[in-house]
């Protein structure tokens, strides 16, 4: 078998040129046709990429609620290289009111493009095409912005104090809007706030925000920001507003001093004698974060722990018929091989010693042949590493004639066994290993409750869940536990901390190399992982050797 492990392992080859750049992309909407006559939609543009023919979900704006003509606040960051055809589709989507996923969602329409051409007119607007290529009403707006190479992040709070009451039966719903001025005298949206509900001396989230996003690194470029009242309708009250810099708000900081502004509404300045304001907005703190990438912390000596898991229920078919998804060919590795090798292969550089726990479940194995969902596949419960993925596949293979297939197909058990090794590494605050778990499995899991409540325990670790099904089952109900589509929560209620699942038929890749399918499946990793660390405010071990000049985004 080792001439499969070759001839698959030859054929991952990722051939990446260096980025040229990287490149910030703002989406607003218009015209978008309401729902009925009672209701507008509550849009959010999903952007995806082609990649070996076949188009991936890269990033999603949020949902905006009662919006026809939609400024979204979410910024895109995507590398650019001159030398390739980057090809985008902006999908335009309808999400209901109470759900966040695009299962129920309204499709509005999609517009494809090429990043150079986004990147060369700066701003693109084209229409969004329906089923079936049909042209509406509505259009989408792509501008494109080129990064500088400075990388600090700068941390925000906002707060106010007596504002406007513009609602009759309760106090406003106030939130915060802060834009840009552009040098052609254009605004870019920066930063929305959440809304306070019922609240006229609300206390903002703090946010942080690159300083090249919030002023193009020129400290004393003007910022424009603007106060509104909620309201449900969309057409949300003005209360007020105020001009400031980065310069003016990172000097106060400095010097300790608290900072306010009056908002200011011209009309009843203008109109009334007596006018002082509508409100005043403090900033009450403004300070610079440097925020690592998943480069820092690789090269700062964070090691990548690997761990399959492979299902052996008897859906899969008897191991020794060849219509089985486990049957051993002479010449062709199985889907359960291909999908092994493509993942293991890129995980396994970033591995220093090459030893991989493998585990198997849902079969009845020896000596008692009782039902197990988490036994080595090696048969050594002290050792379940396996030297290489090469070892991996040998153990694999020499498991199959000894256990016999069963089942049910229950996934939590694994995942808690990886989720106690992470917490170990997560009490030690350090930056030293990060936990990937691959699921092979041939079916949707019976064990969802208590697999959606190990998921949302495990969002708090140092791990990623990679899922990738196998042969032609229905994955439909599967696609809940990819924090993609909405938010997947506990059986309790308890949503998860950050998204850690990927999951991805492997029917969808048949036809394409087992990079494209490895690509797929580890393109979240490397933001999972900065995500995890940043947010714990953990350092890379070791940054003396290495000093990133890269941002945010891996």
């Known amino acids: 078998m080792s001439n499969i492990y070759e001839s698959a392992e030859a054929t991952l080859g990722f051939i990446s040129s260096p980025c040229l750049t990287k490149v910030e992309l703002r989406v607003a909407c218009r015209g978008i046709s309401d729902r009925d006559a009672l209701s507008k939609p509550d849009p959010c543009v999903v952007l995806k990429m082609q990649s070996h023919g076949q188009w991936f979900e890269v990033d999603r704006t949020e949902v905006i609620r009662s919006s026809s003509s939609p400024v979204f606040s979410k910024i895109f960051l995507v590398d650019y290289y001159f030398e390739e055809v980057q090809r985008l589709r902006f999908e335009l989507h309808d999400i209901s009111s109470g759900n966040n996923g695009l299962r129920d969602a309204d499709f509005l329409g999609a517009m494809e493009c090429t990043l150079g051409q986004i990147v060369s007119q700066r701003k693109l607007s084209k229409a969004l095409l329906k089923q079936g290529n049909t042209a509406g009403k509505s259009s989408i707006m792509v501008t494109a912005e080129e990064l500088s190479g400075n990388d600090d992040y700068v941390e925000l709070s906002f707060s106010a104090r007596k504002l406007d009451d513009k609602d009759f039966f309760s106090k406003s719903d106030p939130f915060l809007e802060i834009f840009r001025v552009n040098d052609d005298g254009t605004e870019s949206l920066v930063h929305r706030t959440e809304t306070v509900m019922n609240n006229l001396s609300p206390v903002w989230k703090s946010f942080k925000v690159s300083l090249n996003t ?84 690789i090269m700062g000596g964070c090691q990548i722990q690997f761990t399959v898991a492979i299902d052996f229920t008897a859906s899969n078919g008897d191991p020794r018929n060849s219509c089985s998804l486990h049957y051993i060919h002479p010449y062709q590795p199985n889907e359960y091989l291909k999908a092994l090798v493509a993942v293991g292969e890129i995980c396994q550089d970033y591995d220093s010693d090459k030893m991989f726990p493998a585990f198997g479940f849902g079969a009845l194995i020896p000596p008692d042949f009782k039902v197990s969902h988490d036994f080595a596949v090696n048969f050594d419960e002290d050792n379940p590493e396996c030297a290489g993925i090469q070892g991996v596949v040998e153990a694999y293979q020499n498991c199959l004639p000894k256990i016999q297939l069963y089942g049910p197909t229950n996934i939590a058990p694994i995942i808690q066994k990886v989720a106690s090794s992470a917490s170990e590494e997560m009490h030690t605050k350090e930056a030293m290993e990060y936990f990937i778990l691959l699921i092979l499995t041939d079916g949707v899991i019976t064990d969802m409750a208590d697999t959606r409540e190990a998921i949302v325990h495990a969002s708090h670790l140092p791990m990623s869940v990679i899922i990738v099904g196998v042969g032609n089952a229905d994955f439909t109900d599967m696609q809940i536990l990819d924090g993609d589509d909405g938010i997947l929560r506990s059986p309790k209620g308890e949503p998860v901390l950050r998204d850690i699942v990927q999951f991805v038929p492997f029917k969808d890749f048949k036809h394409a190399s087992p990079a494209a399918l490895a690509k797929s499946v580890l393109a979240e990793v490397p933001n999972q992982v900065v995500d995890y660390y940043n947010a714990k405010g953990i350092k890379p071990k070791c940054m003396s050797d290495y000093e990133s000049t890269r941002t945010f985004s891996p």
Not at 245 to 258: I, L, R, S
């Open 214 to 297: 919030l002023c193009s690194g020129d400290h004393d470029r003007e910022l424009k920001c603007t106060v509104w009242d909620w309201d449900s309708n969309g057409k949300h009250d003005f209360i007020g507003e105020f001009q400031t810099t980065y310069k003016e708000m990172m000097k106060a900081e400095q010097e300790g001093k608290q900072i306010q502004w009056e908002c200011i509404n011209p009309k009843y300045q203008m109109k009334k004698k007596n006018y002082r304001n509508s409100g005043t907005v403090i900033l009450n703190h403004c300070k610079i974060i440097k925020m690592y990438s998943f480069l820092d912390y």
